[in-house]
């Protein structure tokens, strides 16, 4: 299963967005909410957007990996998504608009595609 791998490095990354909330809700004494800190607030977007949009993706990618879509495409798409999850991720946080747009677009990407994918292998 290629798409386990992507899950794994998404798994760890998504522990990488938790820890920095933690680190940062720790320097600045902030326990419930974002305490109007700008950091605190793009720490805490920046893991929830992630764990709004890898969940639902992966689910798309392991049903197109599993209807047999060739194993470079299952490659590519979770690729995308592993790329554009770091992009958007680390753009947020240091308020980078180019490089969490560009993380985006492949994450919605890649989301279009296996959805059309898995539509495509139905009617064949």
Do not use: W
Not at 7 to 31: N, P, T, W
Not at 35 to 51: M, T, V, Y
């Amino acid at each position: 299963m290629i798409v386990s791998s992507f899950a794994a490095i998404l798994a760890i990354l998504y522990i990488q967005l938790s820890f920095r909330v933690i680190k940062i809700r720790k320097a600045k004494q902030i326990s419930l909410g974002d305490g109007g800190d700008a950091s605190l607030q793009a720490a805490i977007r920046a893991h929830g957007n992630f764990i709004e949009y890898v969940p639902f993706t992966l689910i798309l990618l392991f049903l197109v990996e599993y209807q047999g879509l060739s194993s470079h495409y299952c490659y590519i798409l979770g690729s995308m998504l592993l790329l554009g999850r770091f992009c958007h991720s680390y753009g947020l946080a240091d308020n980078v608009m180019k490089l969490r747009a560009f993380g985006m677009i492949l994450t919605f990407l890649t989301l279009v595609i296996s959805a059309f994918m898995l539509l495509v292998t139905q009617v064949m």
